[in-house]
């Protein structure tokens, strides 16, 4: 177990966790992107697909691609994230994550969601000082994230001693959508440093 309280345990995910990995995978989704993305693209949504897909992430790509549920005392799971080395697509072209300057691997959060009814109460600062803090523990001292800009979780990465670090526009779902990535250049510092905060 990564992060106790009161509230929430943020431990690695099992398979058996995946229905409720994708519950807050696509209620996230739904409340964070709405006027943000096509209505067609949330409502295409699907549970048992996403809980398929995620149970098979955790099943076979454990080492590679950790991922991390934060769960109530009574069972339920109010929080995920997903984390691995960059991917050499995502990598912003230039600063310090650039290829040409690296020296060491870069990590990469994949994913990072909270129930929104779980908002705002620590969940997210657990689930990213357990991603952070298993990134570093790789040998990954930088990491970044891209999220939409216009998402409002751009500010709670600024709270989580993120810098923004590049911006782009993509062609997703037949629209254009313009994203920022923040990133750290010490994973193991931010990771305690947030980890030392309670996750209630």
Known sequence: MLVSSAM???ARAAP???PGIARVYVDSWRHAYAGLLP????????YERHSREWAWVVANRGDV?????????KGRIVGMASVGLS???DRPADGPYASSTLTAPV????T???DPDWQDRGVGRGLLAAGLGNLAA???RRAFLWVLRENPACFFYERMAATRIAQRRERLWGCDVDEVAYGWTDTGAVAAKLGSCSAS
């Open 8 to 10: 929430v345990a943020i």
């Open 16 to 18: 058996s966790d995946a």
């Open 39 to 46: 209505d067609r693209v949330l409502v295409g949504l699907n």
């Open 65 to 73: 691609q950790p991922v991390f549920a934060a769960r109530t005392p």
């Open 87 to 89: 991917r050499a697509k």
């Open 107 to 110: 990590g990469e959060i994949y």
């Open 112 to 114: 990072l969601y909270v």
């Open 138 to 140: 790789r040998g990954c």
